[in-house]
């Protein structure tokens, strides 16, 4: 389970999260969706612990990021930017990685497995497509078998054959009771993969429910989103 309990930050005057609150449920698919600069990755990074929040509360299983005895084993995060060193061997940097969390060294091999990357295991990471690069970042998040997933734009500039393997992956992990919560500012590819969506625009959630309930009333789910992020002045950018 995932709680923001009115999340607040500013840079500057104008709040870039402002008063956000929301639940994300176990065993379940929830997008955070929104426009560019909506303030989707602000919230994860106060999530997180990377950002500190002005106002509010923002609790993983019920604790705050940093009173996590085991964060890596509670919540695996992907975050945009935060790639491995390029020079180093895709399975050197889950070897390192777990080392650095006293995890042991075979569930670097198992995570690797897991994503469908053995075969690349020791090929460096500058030479892996953007697919590969994703199922890598994938795959150091799951390092710690933890509870809970946090994905920022996990899909974006993948392939469709790409899409459709994150796709399949979260399925399956959110059907184990595991809580998944990713982030996307392309509305289709969400509305495919998701359970239920919040809706955040200029700041504020303008949206928060099961994809049904988020599209009655309106002609699509499309037309939903557009309508709900209009109001906020959502810069477009679907
Ligand atoms: N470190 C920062 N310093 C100043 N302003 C920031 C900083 N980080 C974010 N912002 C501003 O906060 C607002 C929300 O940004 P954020 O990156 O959270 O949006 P987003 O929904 O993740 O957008 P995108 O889909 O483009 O990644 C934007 O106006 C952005 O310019």
Not at 34 to 51: C, F, H, Q, V
Not at 141 to 166: C, H
Not at 209 to 219: F, N, P, R, T, Y
């Amino acid at each position: 389970m995932i709680e923001a309990v009115r999340l607040t930050k500013r840079y500057g005057k104008k709040p870039a999260v402002d008063d956000v609150s929301f639940t994300v449920r176990p065993g379940r698919i929830t997008g955070f969706l929104g426009p560019n600069g909506a303030g989707k990755s602000t919230t994860l990074r106060m999530l997180l612990g990377l950002d500190h929040p002005d106002d509010g509360t923002a609790l993983i299983a019920g604790q705050r990021y940093r009173d996590l005895r085991h964060p890596l084993r509670t919540v695996g995060a992907l975050l945009d930017g935060a790639g491995p060193v390029p020079e180093r061997r895709g399975i050197d940097h889950l070897v390192w990685m777990a080392q650095s969390n006293r995890i042991p060294r075979r569930r670097a091999h198992e995570v690797l497995e897991l994503v469908g990357l053995t075969g690349a295991a020791r090929q460096r990471v500058k030479g892996y497509s953007l697919g590969m690069g994703q199922r890598l970042g994938i795959a150091a998040a799951l390092l710690g078998d933890p509870e809970i997933l946090v994905l920022d734009e996990p899909v974006n500039g993948l392939d469709p054959d790409g899409i459709r393997w994150v796709r399949n992956f979260l399925r399956e992990y959110a059907a184990s009771g595991r809580t998944v919560l990713l982030s996307s500012h392309l509305m289709a590819e969400t509305a495919g993969t998701a359970d239920d969506a919040i809706v955040i625009a200029g700041g504020r959630i303008v949206a928060h429910g099961s994809l049904d309930d988020i599209s009655a009333g309106h002609e699509s789910l499309e037309s939903a989103f557009f309508a709900l992020t209009a109001e906020r002045g959502g810069r477009g950018g679907w």
